[in-house]
């Protein structure tokens, strides 16, 4: 579709199972707005395909998606920030990539690498998630000043209950295996096996009739949905990207330095 370089989303159907990959390896599959925008119209190709009923989502290279691509949207002027909208509200390009489906065909990630950040949003608005083993995964939003409600309203909505304000609140890197335990993730594969794993699963998807299948995901949809929507909608005035906090914190990111002192609580 594009250049490796500026992100491109392949796309590819193969007995009833789409394939729809992030391929920007270079960046280990950071995403810009301009790729969120050609990710929106892979899962819109998707919907539409008469010949797919169920989608594996990955990405190309060492890692999923090592979130949103810093460059654009953490190191902008303060005069772009005042101007953007957060990446997990109601309107931005993110938000709507699951919510303007028609059809609630299952998407299914397969996780690798870094899931990180915006990628971790990515993979809970996947219907299932297959994880690797080795994954490195982490609410990036927390320690970056940018909050980390709607990764915790997902996850809450998984089940994870507790185990999900701790991860949220500290923003530590947690492992495959323990959000298994919690209920994140529905599988762990072994190492350099998601993939693969994650096909298996959409082939029992794709085993039952289509409708039934649809039907029962929009009903799954529709109860994650009321959970992001109510917090983005607590959450949406925040303008957490313009604070002093934000400020230091990709500051000290960019200086490969531990952040702070944040300002007084």
Known sequence: MQDQDDGAIEYSVDDRIAHIEINRPAKHNALTLAQIGRLGEALDRFDTDTKACVAVLSGRGKSFCSGADVAESQMASREQMAASRDQMSIGHPFFE?????????????????????????????????????????????????????????LMKARGCGIWADE??????????????????????????????????????????????VRETNRIRRWHFARHVREIAFETGHLKLQMTQDFEEAVRAMAEKRTPGPFRAC
């Open 97 to 153: 990539l699951f919510n303007r489906s028609l059809n609630n065909k299952p998407v299914v990630a397969a996780l690798h690498g870094n899931v990180l950040g915006l990628g971790l949003g990515l993979a809970l608005d996947c219907d299932l998630i297959v994880c690797d083993a080795a994954a490195r995964l982490q609410v990036t939003e927390t320690s970056r000043g940018l909050g980390g409600y709607r990764h915790l309203a």
């Open 167 to 212: 991860i949220c609140l500290t923003g530590r890197f947690f492992s495959a295996e323990e959000a298994c335990q919690a209920g994140l993730f529905n599988r762990v594969a072994p190492p350099g096996e998601a993939l693969d794993a994650a096909f298996a699963l959409a082939r029992g998807i794709a085993a039952n009739p289509p409708l039934s």
